[in-house]
């Protein structure tokens, strides 16, 4: 078993910051990538960022926060980071993160980020 706890979330105005953290504990052995999902009211779930915990970096980005927002990992930390900058009112949502660990993916509770305007 995997557990995800998250960080991070609250209310910014448009234009602010705020970094989202996930920190991962359990059966972490074969973590293959961990990222960041959100589900606005009424919507999907939908991919945020996604990044590998072993060899390649590259990062993958919805086209929505590209240049935005930017996803790191703390191995040693087995933590997730996600930075949100110039936030829009469209960025509201429950944030969440996913780990996956060979085949299996976990999801956390979940860490609200509502933007006002």
């Known amino acids: 078993q995997v557990q995800l706890v998250e960080s991070g979330g609250g209310l910014v105005q448009v234009g602010g910051t705020l970094r989202l953290s996930c920190a991962a504990s359990?059966?972490?052995?074969?973590?293959?990538?961990m990222g960041w999902y959100r589900q606005a009211p009424g919507n999907e779930r939908e991919l945020v960022a996604i990044?590998?915990?072993?060899?390649?970096?590259?990062?993958t980005y919805a086209d929505s926060v590209k240049g935005r927002f930017t996803i790191a990992r703390d191995n040693a930390k087995n933590t997730v980071y996600l930075q949100m900058n110039s936030l829009k009112p469209e960025d509201t949502a429950v944030y969440y993160c996913?780990?996956?660990?060979?085949?299996?993916?976990?999801w956390g509770q979940g860490t609200q980020v509502t933007v006002s305007s």
């Open positions: 359990g059966s972490l052995l074969g973590t293959v990538a």
């Open positions: 990044i590998p915990i072993i060899g390649s970096t590259t990062s």
């Open positions: 996913m780990s996956r660990v060979r085949q299996v993916v976990y």
